[in-house]
């Protein structure tokens, strides 16, 4: 699969034209307009419009009332100041630190555990994809069934192995971890998948002199598939990102950003703000700074992870 | 030089994956066919004393339960079909014609897969309200057609396809669109069965903007119905664990019938989306 696409990729680019072939500009500039028309209308409307339409109102004050004016950098001065929107950055920082390095460590491990041959290795991939299909909800209220303090079973099994009774959702300082936990379940099969595609794309060839020439499965590992793995990696690191920061449901089902602030994330405060205390120009100006964190760790994450850009 | 790992361990290794996995959707279950008082009993027994579907019959009753279903199928089918229709007419343009602008049009729209619904939800619900488009099946349908991930992968697809096809058959005096529809189409079913089963598990799960779009509880889609269970949405006092746990195993049914009908592409779907970004 891998092997046909990155041909295709590079096929399509479109440069090279065999020889004796038109290129067909006016011609297929009107059939193009046909083609492109519907969707482009639909897309217009219904993401890019109002997505620059939030940069907008964003400096702007806007309640439901229907008034609109003009503030200017108003909503972001109130940033500056704003306790909650402060807490809310760290919280998305912290969940964004808690959640990354299991969802790529474990998920390596798992898509490496699950390349080796072996029977039922099948079974064990739909079973760690079923979470990340479930809806949010389902994973919010199953969870926060397992959390309860004193009927739930993971507290049970706790005590019975002589550990404490834990407060999972209702203690301030465990609360955003115990979310980042359902977090992990949920999204690890997902990544594992797209790992997976990653080490079935390395040759065969590679392992098998590796093998000839007496490196140990350790070193293989290290030397041959982690670097080879790199593209992957860089998107599922991107991918994760991006998930975890915008990440919404089930935190809102789950906790509803407390117990107090604890876990207010920015998208969370971003919905409150909008759509409970119904000011929008604050909430698209909190859609902004979301914006710019997304962007600043892309930016970084392209830094650390660098990969030669492919078409 | 070189162990391999024991047979024995790497089972032992796969049941724990399967158990960590699957756990909580089985003790969800044992849960949910338990009388409200023995889910509240101490200590937990995976065996119920007392067996009822009591909870199911009250979720079916007291809740438009299966209203919430039939909305949720309509609107991630028809947003599907659609999303199919105009991402494959879209991304065809732009992955097999010349014209100018090609590039600008393509990186605007795969700009947008950066940018979440958060980003842009409040201007689409002011303009929602505006033309008066809540609280119908339109207003979750037309932003889910909005999809940049299909345009991606579809247009990478085409893309890929030998420029050959259509070649011989702008030969043998076929129109674009008959080339489109009668070559082209039936040569892209694995992408297309691909922005399929990912476009409609993405609609199905969708959460965040049918919540804002939709007020009435009729009309109400699964995943914000299953919602209004928990305590910390709709503090209502009634809330109880075993009506919850009931709701939510009939969604994760009817989820897994979607899922394993299709789970061979919905595996290859996360790959091929996976690779191109």
């Keep these: 699969m891998p092997n046909t696409q990155t041909n295709g990729g590079t096929a399509a680019l479109g440069l090279k034209r065999p020889k004796g072939t038109k290129p067909l500009r006016g011609s297929q500039g009107k059939i193009a307009v046909l083609f492109l028309l519907p969707y482009l209308a639909v897309f217009t409307v219904f993401r890019l419009g109002p997505s620059i339409a939030g940069i907008f109102i964003s400096f702007c004050k806007w309640d439901l009332a229907g008034s609109l004016s003009f503030i200017g950098l108003d909503n972001f001065k ?34 490496a555990f699950f390349n080796m041959k072996m029977r039922g290795r099948n079974v064990g991939r739909t079973v760690a994809i079923i979470p990340y299909v479930l809806i949010p909800a389902v994973v919010g209220i199953i969870w926060n069934w397992m959390y309860d303090n004193n009927f ?26 115990s979310v980042a936990i359902v977090i992990v379940w949920s999204f690890l099969g997902y990544n594992t998948v797209l790992f997976l595609a990653g080490l079935q794309g390395i040759s065969k060839e590679l392992y098998e002199a590796a093998r000839i020439d007496g490196a140990t499965r350790f070193q293989t590992f290290i030397k041959i598939t982690l670097p080879l793995l790199k593209p992957t990696t860089s998107m599922v690191v991107t991918l994760t990102m991006v998930n975890t920061v915008q990440l919404f449901d089930q935190i809102f089902v789950m906790t509803n950003g407390g117990p107090g602030t604890s876990t207010l994330t920015m998208v969370q ?11 929008m120009g604050y909430g698209s100006a909190i859609e902004v700074a979301v914006l710019i964190i997304l962007i600043i760790m892309i930016f970084i994450q392209n830094k650390l992870l660098k990969v030669d850009e492919e078409v | 030089m070189k162990k391999k790992i024991k047979p024995g361990l790497k089972y032992l290794l796969l049941v724990a994956v399967c158990v960590v996995f699957l756990f909580p959707l089985v003790w969800a279950f044992v849960c949910s066919v338990k009388p409200e008082a023995e889910i509240l009993s101490y200590p937990p027994r995976w065996v119920p004393k007392t067996f009822t579907l009591s909870n199911y019959t009250t979720v079916l009753q007291k809740y438009p339960y299966l209203s919430w279903g039939v909305n949720s199928l309509i609107t991630s089918i028809a947003g599907t079909l659609l999303i199919l229709f105009l991402a494959s007419l879209a991304a065809y343009a732009l992955g097999r014609f010349h014209f100018r602008g090609r590039n600008l049009i393509y990186g605007t729209i795969v700009t947008m897969l950066l940018i979440p619904i958060q980003a842009y939800m409040i201007p689409l619900y002011l303009m929602c309200a505006k033309v008066g488009m809540l609280n119908t099946y339109g207003s979750i349908i037309f932003p889910s057609a909005a999809n940049v991930t299909s345009i991606f992968i579809l247009t990478s697809f085409f893309k890929g396809l030998p420029r050959e096809l259509e070649e011989a058959a702008r030969i043998d005096g076929c129109g674009e669109f008959t080339i489109f529809a009668k070559i ?20 199905w799960n969708s959460f965040l ?40 195993c009939m969604a994760i049914i009817s989820t897994m019938i979607v899922f394993l009908l299709l789970q061979r592409y919905f595996v290859e779907g996360i790959a091929t989306s996976g690779i191109k970004g």
């Excluded at chain 1, 920082?93 to 990354?100: N, P």
């Excluded at chain 1, 739930?152 to 971890?177: D, F």
């Excluded at chain 2, 889609?221 to 009634?238: D, E, K, W």
């Design chain 1, 152 to 177: 739930g079973i993971l507290n049970y099994y706790l005590k019975k192995m002589g550990g404490p009774s834990v407060q999972w959702l209702t203690n301030e300082h465990m609360a955003l971890t």
């Design chain 1, 269 to 279: 405060y971003l919905y409150t703000s909008a759509f409970q205390n119904y000011e």
């Design chain 2, 209 to 248: 903007w049918p919540m804002i779009a939709i007020r009435s509880d009729k009309m109400l889609t699964l995943p914000v119905g299953i919602a209004q269970f928990m305590g910390s949405v709709n503090s209502n006092a009634q809330f109880q664990y075993g009506t919850a746990l009931a709701a939510c």
């Design chain 2, 184 to 203: 082209m189409l039936p040569l892209s079913k694995p992408a297309l069965s691909t922005v399929t089963i990912l476009t409609f598990i993405a609609n």
């Design chain 1, 78 to 111: 109130r940033m500056l100041t704003d306790s909650n929107f402060h807490i809310s950055i760290i919280n998305t920082l912290v969940f964004f630190v808690l959640t990354l390095p299991p969802l790529i460590i474990f998920s390596l491990l798992l898509a």
